[in-house]
């Protein structure tokens, strides 16, 4: 238990360590950016996770509610009047509410056919977004006016690079609390064994249910965050190929890690930074990498490198 | 009714589509238990490979023939290079190597041919038949011809050849196969090369219809997916009629009620089917002992 308790401590010192120290060997505001893409996408990863890799059911549509906070906080302002603050809320809010109602048919689905179901969802949200262009701007997306907060409005990459990180940081910390709380523990049961979970007692399907929900929130404030930061949002934030990057996000860093999540997100998000040099050949490349990653690390990066360092440090 | 028609006759067209797409899917899923996202790849190469040899000189029955080749390889090499290396993977992990070989084939694409929309001119001319009223465009009948010359052939090859019923041996139990000396391994390259077959002859049946370029894999694997799911995975007759249906809605709904929500209309009604009936329509039932 002890132990349980310091690693859990180790992991958010170093996470915290790593968002403070990276600036000094940051040579551009650029990197700001890119470090606060990965801070967002990793939240969102964090919270898919604990659906994915904790209670083990597969979210294929996820990104819809990243698209419904990124959206909330453009939408709000811009036609109702919201502050922007109070957007975020609401688009937090529309997505438990949205999870909690499709989640309780959807959860009773298995393997294949939730996965085809969540798609569903996924597509819907995503084709609403692009559709009803007097409210969204259509498939072009639309500006997000600029978080203001007592009077200062938040602006810079450097400030949402603090911004992202605290929230990254909050994320975490809850993700670790909630795997040594009973519900953590109903998750890791429905994990292994749906029946022998509902044989102890545990509600299997509330637990579902709230594991979705979670997840829904953490994607809508990734979203409502990466609107902000960005000033624009477009429905792609809300598409399949995002769903999939998240998906990938988690399984590449390892199911049911915590850390193994912004590990995924901070790969996936670099990535194709890096590969914009060979532009044309980027969606090769892109794809090849996540080919021979899983192949050869199937139970992710930081499951995989771990067990690796063990074994090295028994012999 | 000559509306009413029109929609029946374009909905089968691309439903046919769809339940080749899900054929496909059904294939793989049932020799080798693995989701292939790049299903809708296939759909696509056949086409390109068409188009990009025809331009080339080759005459288009010719061109179709290498399409298929090169789909067949691609099939054969994901199965070689990218599934059996990851045998014994958790079924998500699968998918992501399959979403990852979809990325991958979309960009090999991208390089070798380009970004543009592609067309090739219709198998027999561009002028509508007349059925009962409604206009027809000669290719729709290639393509439900098509599709139903790929279901008979697949369905003679499974039930009548005794490679097929390895096949179908290796579905109902991959360990039982392997015990009465099937060779597995070969069934399941087997199964990825066949999947990628049909999913050639149909980008090459629709492309003269709907055109084709480097990404319309994405929306064909998801429609293809979606079809096989409404038919019940794994039952290859639930795949054509799903797809078949599918189209159906789509047409009907873009018809009747909004034109815009078309592709949204196959999903809610794919979401209700689920909740209804959570394996399928023509899905068997699996009865959970606790």
Known sequence: ?315 | MAEFLQFLISGLTVGAVYALVALGFTLIYNASGVVNFAQGEFVMLGGMVTVFAAAAGVPLPLAGLVAVCVAVAVGLLLHRLAIEPARGASAVTLIIITIGASILLRGIAQVMFDKQFHKLPAFSGDTPVDVLGAAVQPQSFWVLGGAAVVVLALYVFLEHTVLGKAVLATAANRLAARLVGINTTTIMALAFGGSAAIGAVAGILITPITLTSYDVGTLLALKGFAAAMLGGMGNPLGAVLGGLILGLLEAFGAGYLSSTYKDAFAFLVILVVLFAAPQGLFGRRVVERV
Do not use: C
């Open chain 1, 1 to 315: 238990m002890r132990s349980l308790m310091n690693r859990r401590f180790l992991t958010l010192a170093v996470l915290a360590l790593a968002i403070a120290v990276l600036p000094l060997v940051f040579p551009s505001s650029y990197y700001f950016r890119v470090a606060s893409l990965v801070w967002v996408s990793a939240l969102a990863a964090i919270g898919l996770n604990i659906l994915m890799g904790q209670a083990g059911q597969v979210s294929l549509g996820h990104a819809a509610f990243f698209g419904i906070g990124a959206y909330a906080v453009a939408i709000g302002p811009a036609h109702l009047g919201i502050p922007p603050w109070a957007a975020l809320l609401v688009g937090a809010v529309l997505s438990a509410v949205l999870a909690y109602l499709v989640g309780r048919p959807i959860l009773r689905l298995k393997g294949h056919y939730l996965a085809i179901a969540t798609l569903g969802l996924g597509v819907l949200v995503a084709m609403i977004i692009s559709t009803e262009s007097r409210w969204t701007g259509g498939p072009d997306g639309m500006p997000v006016a600029r978080l203001a907060l007592f009077g200062w409005r938040v602006s810079g990459s450097d400030t949402w690079y603090w911004i992202t990180g605290g929230l990254l940081l909050a994320g975490t910390w809850i993700a670790l609390n909630l795997d040594d709380t009973p519900t953590g523990r109903a998750f890791r049961a429905l994990h292994d064994s749906e029946v022998a979970a509902q044989v102890v007692g545990v509600d299997v399907a509330r637990f579902k249910l709230q594991a979705f929900v979670i997840a829904a929130v953490y994607a809508s404030l990734a979203g409502s965050a990466l609107a902000f930061m960005n000033g624009f949002i477009n429905p792609d934030q809300a598409g399949f190929l995002h769903s999939v990057e998240l998906v990938t996000m988690v399984v590449l860093g390892g199911l049911g890690s915590v850390v193994g999540s912004i590990v995924g997100a901070a790969v996936l998000v670099t990535l194709p930074q890096a590969l914009t040099v060979f532009q044309e050949y980027e969606h090769l490349l892109l794809g090849l990498i996540i080919i021979v990653s899983m192949i050869f690390m199937r139970n992710g990066i930081v499951p995989t490198l771990s067990a690796l360092l063990l074994r090295r440090g028994r012999s």
